[in-house]
């Protein structure tokens, strides 16, 4: 583990996870100081999960396990907002966050080691069909990634993380993991082996 670091929290209801790439569109002002801030000092800030159930005001408010992320394009949109894409870096635990003045979160952060690399064993064949399908159908949901690692099973259980409409709980408890064999069971229950 690495020693923790302050940097800016975007909460969603989603979560991009280390290879992932989502696109944000951008207006709030306190948001908009985040992305020059990233810029400017070519750094990360973290996308994390907040839960529904409690005020943003409240310590829990904020999912503990998240992932650090960087902006690798902007634009402007028609809308007039700013869309920027970011791709995931590493996993993150928040230790604590705070608002600041402008009511941007931002937390103390400890880095995750990454998931370790593990090729797709043939009783999860029917996770990559499903993923590869998906894709086929919803070109959206690829169109950002770079390489579509389908061999891989930390790859595929972190893009199936990425898409799959879980509870926040069932998100967490599988992003604070140690590995995506714990997703792999998950998924394949999921999924009917």
Request: proline letters at 7%.
């Amino acid at each position: 583990m690495s020693l923790s670091e302050q940097l800016p929290i975007f909460p969603l209801t989603s979560q991009v996870l280390p290879e992932g790439r989502m696109k944000l569109r951008i207006f709030e002002p306190r948001y908009i100081r985040l992305v020059k801030d990233s810029l400017q000092r070519d750094s990360e800030f973290v996308i994390a999960m907040f839960n529904n159930d409690k005020s943003p005001s409240e310590e829990d408010y904020i999912r503990p396990y998240g992932t650090s992320v960087k902006i690798i394009d902007f634009e402007p949109r028609d809308d007039g907002l700013l869309g920027i894409t970011v791709e995931g870096q590493s996993r993150v635990r928040i230790l604590g966050h705070w608002l600041e003045t402008d009511n941007l979160r931002v937390g103390n952060i400890e880095h995750l080691p990454a998931w370790p690399q593990a090729v797709l064993p043939d009783s999860c064949i029917n996770l990559k069909e499903k993923l590869q399908e998906a894709y086929e159908t919803y070109p959206e949901l690829s169109e950002l990634l770079p390489d579509l690692s389908y061999d891989r099973l930390d790859w595929l259980c972190s893009r199936w993380l990425e898409i799959l409409p879980l509870d926040t709980d069932t998100k967490q408890s599988l992003i604070k993991e140690e590995s995506c064999l714990k997703t792999q069971e998950y998924l394949l229950d999921l999924m009917g082996k």
